[in-house]
T-cell receptor, first 112, second 111 residues
Framework: DGGITQSPKYLFRKEGQNVTLSCEQNLNHDAMYWYRQDPGQGLRLIYYSQIVNDFQKGDIAEGYSVSREKKESFPLTVTSAQKNPTAFYLC???????????FGQGTRLTVV | KQEVTQIPAALSVPEGENLVLNCSFTDSAIYNLQWFRQDPGKGLTSLLLIQSSQREQTSGRLNASLDKSSGRSTLYIAASQPGDSATYLCAVRRTGNQFYFGTGTSLTVIP
């Protein structure tokens, strides 16, 4: 089945820890995105990548880092510098500007 | 910066009713607009994509329209069913390959 896989579904982070969220797609899409969703707010863009080995900051990139070493993979690291990381994180991909974006099932991150 | 607004924030209707969800955006220079559905705790499911040159798209009981000049889109759901209960999000796509999302409309269809 073609699609986007995010893992894990639930993730717990202790104060001061870095954690990495996985996003893999087998749709052969060039562009990949990371969004954060908080209750009562719209999706906010963290980072996006239009091609391998290149990525751009979104509106709320502080405290996050990404890499794009392979077309299929776009992992997101939530660093200890992110002061309020508890949220629902969504990964998406698309082939170009004229086509649909597809989303994964999300990772819920909680600070304990 | 592109601002996307969805009204109403919540809507409750009896089963069988036809309904309209609204999406407005401030900058008409868009590539396309996409409607999504989100069930609680889940990711987004794509419903319809309308290119900037199109006026409407249809899929089953869903019809989405786009008036780019006025910065508006509507999602029409015919003969609503309890299974349609979810949050509906619209997103516009501009230069730079970015999406801008509205905050969504939470729909409840009462059996």
């Amino acid at each position: 089945d073609g699609g986007i896989t995010q893992s894990p579904k639930y993730l717990f982070r202790k104060e001061g820890q870095n954690v990495t969220l996985s996003c893999e797609q087998n749709l052969n899409h060039d562009a990949m995105y990371w969004y954060r969703q908080d209750p009562g707010q719209g999706l906010r863009l963290i980072y996006y990548s239009q091609i391998v080995n290149d990525f751009q900051k979104g509106d709320i990139a502080e405290g996050y880092s990404v890499s794009r070493e392979k077309k299929e993979s776009f992992p997101l690291t939530v660093t200890s510098a992110q002061k309020n990381p508890t949220a629902f994180y969504l990964c998406a991909s698309s082939s170009d500007t004229n086509t649909e974006a597809f989303f994964g099932q999300g990772t819920r991150l909680t600070v304990v | 910066k592109q601002e996307v607004t969805q009204i109403p924030a919540a809507l409750s209707v009896p089963e069988g009713e036809n309904l309209v969800l609204n999406c407005s955006f401030t900058d008409s220079a868009i590539y396309n607009l996409q409607w999504f559905r989100q069930d609680p705790g889940k990711g987004l499911t794509s419903l319809l994509l309308i290119q900037s040159s199109q006026r409407e798209q249809t899929s089953g009981r869903l019809n989405a329209s786009l008036d780019k000049s006025s910065g508006r889109s509507t999602l029409y759901i015919a003969a609503s069913q309890p299974g349609d209960s979810a949050t509906y999000l619209c997103a516009v796509r501009r230069t730079g390959n970015q999406f801008y999302f509205g905050t969504g409309t939470s729909l409840t269809v009462i059996p």
